[in-house]
Each structure stands twice: as C-alpha cells, then as structure tokens.
C-alpha cells in the first residue's frame, strides 16, 4: 500500500492506493472515513487499482477552517484532484451516501472520467417536501458538534435509527464504525455538515443534468433505509444507464453491514463495465407492458 497527500482546493487531501489493473476511487460517507471501505478494497484489489481518500475535513487530511472551503461542487471537485494525482484519464467511482452525492456530482461535471459510477444510499433529504426540514436538522446537528465534541457526538449519531441493522447484526463491526466516528475532527464534522450536507440541492432539481450522465451506473440500497429507497428508484429511471439493488433487510451502511452481498454485486458490475456489456435500457415509457414485443 502507497499513501500520499494531494494538494486540492485548499486542503491537502490523505490518500492510500493498493493493487494494480483498473482505477477504482472510493468516497466515503459522513460518519466515517477512508477504513469503511476496508472490506471491498481486499477483495477488489486483486484485480483493481483501488484508491481511497479522507475528505476534506477529516483528519490524517487537512481540515481548513474556513467553512467556504466545505461545498458539494468542492467536494465532486475533491475527487477530481485524487485522479488527476495519480496520473489517471478515468477510473470507476465508487461512493456511500455524502460520498455517492460527491461521487454523483463528479459525474455530472466530468462523464468523460467515469469508466462507472456506484452510488450506495443514495438520497438522503432529496424529497422537495423534506428539503427545510433536512437543513433544519443539518444545521442542528452542526450545532452539536461544536457543543458537544465529537466523541460524544459519535455515542448519538451512531445510534440512529438507520444504524440500528447494521449493530443487530454485526455488533463488532458496528462497535469498529462507532469508533472512527468518535475520532472525527469536531470541527470538520461541523462545518462539512453545514456546507455540504446542508446546502447540496435536491437530486429531483438535477433531473436534466443526471439524464446527461449516460456512462454505467450502479445504485445500491437497503430496504429499511426508508429515506434513500425513493431517491434510489428515482435515479434508477432517470440515469440512461443505471442498474438498481436493493439488499433486503438491510440500512445505510450497506458496504459495511452486507461486506459479501457488497462485493459480489460490484464485482460483476465492474466486470461488465471493463467489458462494455453495461448498455443503455431501451426506453419503454409509452410502450404496452403486454404489446411491446408485437411490430
């Protein structure tokens, strides 16, 4: 394993790469960093060059303190800067909830450095009728940060609700997210929550742009993961070339709470992708679900 630090727009970014074939850049979730791609970077790295990175904000990388360096085009921009660090034309981009926004919006700005794109618990406070309510409570949680600390603040977040499958589950493993969550910079939690989180626009308000990206897409989603499930349809049928999985049982930390069903669904769709088999669907709308095939 390599590690090097990247220079982006001002804040140096931590970054560790291992394997060697095609690139494969991870962007991670707020409530954690670089590590939560542990389990999908062993099995992937055989065959791919797998690259991941602290986000801005998140120590080993830097965290500047002027909350106008926080933003969701800064943040797609963060990913642009990792792949032009190591040299790359495109790579396969591969992002969690926060990390899937930036990973989306990459794609939006530069399709031409998708090989792929995965977007895991996609959606999160895209709803228009949720959207005050989602700042409202981004702001709140900013807030608390900062009056608390993030090591408290890590013993609340990492009990909501939307976490609470993964620790059924896999007690150790969610005792381990708990962990990375506490050691958290205070500060950077705060201000990414206020300038990404909060002010990243609604998925539904980039239908023309995310039509645009017609390069292959994966969406992935667990079905008790009530506030991305709508989201995660929704860009199922506006990307031209998206394919959508929904794991049953399953919350937010889909990566982390299903490591195995994770990796088997994105080695294939890596395959297919390489391959050029990943093709646009054929557009149905207006067609009859029983005629269609007549002449």
Same mark, same amino acid.
């Given at each position: 394993? &390599?590690?090097?630090?990247? @220079?982006?727009?001002?804040?140096?970014?931590?970054?560790?790469?291992?394997?060697?074939?095609?690139?494969?850049?991870?962007?991670?979730?707020? $409530?954690?960093?670089?590590?939560?791609?542990?389990?999908?970077?062993?099995?992937?790295?055989?065959?791919?060059?797998?690259?991941?990175?602290?986000?801005?904000?998140?120590?080993?990388?830097?965290?500047?303190?002027?909350?106008?360096?926080?933003?969701?085009?800064? $943040?797609?921009?963060?990913?642009?800067?990792?792949?032009?660090?190591?040299?790359?034309?495109? $790579?396969?981009?591969?992002?969690?909830?926060?990390?899937?926004?930036?990973?989306?919006?990459?794609?939006?700005?530069?399709?031409?450095?998708?090989?792929?794109?995965?977007?895991?618990?996609?959606?999160?406070?895209?709803?228009?009728?949720?959207?005050?309510?989602?700042?409202?409570?981004?702001?709140?949680?900013?807030?608390?940060?900062?009056?608390?600390?993030?090591?408290?603040?890590?013993?609340?977040? $990492?009990?909501?609700?939307?976490?609470?499958?993964?620790?059924?589950?896999?007690?150790?493993?969610?005792?381990?997210?708990?962990?990375?969550?506490?050691?958290?910079?205070?500060?950077?939690?705060?201000? &990414?929550?206020?300038?990404?989180?909060?002010?990243?626009?609604?998925?539904?308000?980039?239908?023309?742009?995310? @039509?645009?990206?017609?390069?292959?897409?994966?969406?992935?989603?667990?079905?008790?993961?009530?506030?991305?499930?709508?989201?995660?349809?929704?860009?199922?049928?506006?990307?031209?070339?998206?394919?959508?999985?929904?794991?049953?049982? &399953?919350?937010?930390?889909?990566?982390?709470?299903?490591?195995?069903?994770?990796?088997?669904?994105?080695?294939?769709?890596?395959?297919?992708?390489?391959?050029?088999?990943?093709?646009?669907?054929?557009?149905?709308?207006?067609?009859?679900?029983?005629?269609?095939?007549?002449?």
């Amino acid at each position: 394993m &390599t590690t090097r630090y990247i @220079r982006a727009n001002g804040a140096e970014l931590y970054a560790e790469a291992v394997g060697d074939g095609p690139a494969i850049i991870f962007v991670h979730e707020f $409530a954690d960093n670089l590590e939560s791609w542990a389990g999908q970077i062993s099995a992937l790295c055989r065959r791919f060059k797998c690259i991941a990175f602290n986000a801005r904000g998140y120590p080993p990388s830097e965290v500047p303190e002027n909350p106008e360096l926080y933003s969701q085009r800064i $943040a797609a921009e963060d990913i642009n800067s990792v792949l032009e660090s190591y040299s790359l034309k495109s $790579a396969h981009i591969v992002g969690c909830s926060m990390g899937a926004f930036a990973t989306l919006h990459f794609s939006i700005l530069y399709p031409e450095k998708c090989k792929s794109i995965t977007l895991i618990s996609c959606g999160y406070g895209s709803p228009k009728e949720l959207q005050t309510d989602y700042a409202r409570d981004s702001e709140m949680l900013a807030d608390k940060y900062i009056e608390l600390g993030a090591e408290q603040m890590a013993e609340l977040y $990492a009990e909501g609700v939307f976490r609470q499958q993964f620790k059924k589950k896999d007690l150790r493993g969610w005792m381990a997210f708990r962990s990375r969550l506490s050691d958290h910079s205070t500060l950077g939690a705060s201000l &990414t929550m206020r300038g990404v989180q909060r002010l990243r626009p609604s998925l539904y308000d980039l239908q023309e742009d995310i @039509r645009k990206v017609n390069v292959p897409a994966l969406i992935i989603v667990g079905d008790e993961d009530d506030w991305c499930i709508e989201p995660s349809v929704y860009l199922k049928r506006t990307l031209p070339n998206a394919g959508l999985c929904i794991l049953p049982r &399953t919350g937010h930390t889909v990566n982390l709470e299903e490591v195995g069903f994770t990796n088997r669904v994105l080695m294939e769709f890596l395959a297919m992708a390489e391959s050029g088999k990943c093709l646009p669907k054929e557009n149905y709308i207006g067609k009859s679900a029983l005629l269609s095939g007549f002449k």
